[in-house]
């Protein structure tokens, strides 16, 4: 069966510091790969998502960033953190070729800039 | 614009039955996903319609009227457990996700 992590589960990072969040996949190959940000309140918000290793596709200019190094692994990245980049970040997997799939998301990061 | 509504919040009955309403409004169309999220955690997958109709999968019921932009979760003999919220996502001619911003869903004893 398939599980996807994520760590760390939690993360209080000052303004101006970088970011590295990471989320594994595990189970099936070549999955598509997305990162979302929820908001306190709000809807899940996609960040980015990736179809291959290298494939990364921005839905949000902003001041984070995406890499996919290894087929089963996605980090989401910042050089500087803002305050407006507190939130819920959830990494979610699909099985890759149809178009209908659904998603199934890791547990999550919990940040809070200070 | 793309746009997805549902009710920000409802209260039940342990015991009871929940209707929760979801309208999409979205640049083609492709189905309609249903999630539970527990508080701090990550959304499940519950349903997911793509033909007008109701689909039953035990406790839980997902309805689907593509003609009126219009989704609900039925939700029988509420349990406690049930205590979350419920979002309602429409995929848009680009198979991508429109996700709504939720529905909390409280059950009272």
């Known amino acids: 069966s398939q599980t996807i992590h994520q760590w760390p589960a939690t993360l209080v990072q000052p303004v101006g510091s970088p970011l590295s969040l990471e989320c594994t996949v595990e189970?099936?190959?070549?999955?598509?790969l997305y990162w979302y940000r929820q908001a306190a309140g709000r809807g899940l918000q996609l960040l980015f998502y990736?179809?291959?290793?290298?494939?990364i596709s921005s839905e949000v200019p902003q001041n984070l960033s995406a890499s996919r190094p290894q087929d089963r692994q996605f980090i989401l990245s910042s050089k500087k953190l803002l305050l407006s980049d507190s939130g819920f970040y959830l990494c979610?997997?699909?099985?890759?070729?149809?178009?209908?799939?659904?998603?199934?998301f890791g547990p999550g990061t919990r940040l809070l800039v200070l | 614009g793309q746009n997805i509504d549902q009710p920000t919040e409802m209260t039940a009955t342990e015991g009871a039955i929940v209707q929760i309403n979801c309208t999409y409004q979205t640049s083609g169309f492709n189905g309609l996903f249903w999630y539970q999220q527990h508080a701090g955690e990550a959304p499940t997958f519950l349903s997911y319609n793509v033909l007008d109709g109701l689909e039953e999968k035990g406790r839980f019921s997902s309805f689907l009227s593509r003609s009126k932009g219009y989704s609900y979760l039925l939700l029988k003999e509420l349990q406690m457990k049930d205590s979350a919220s419920y979002l309602c996502a429409a995929l848009d001619s680009n198979y991508q996700l429109i996700w709504g911003a939720g529905t909390k869903l409280i059950i009272k004893p």
């Open positions: 189970g099936t190959s070549n999955p598509n």
């Open positions: 979610a997997w699909s099985v890759s070729g149809r178009e209908v799939e659904t998603q199934y």
């Open positions: 990736s179809v291959g290793i290298g494939q």
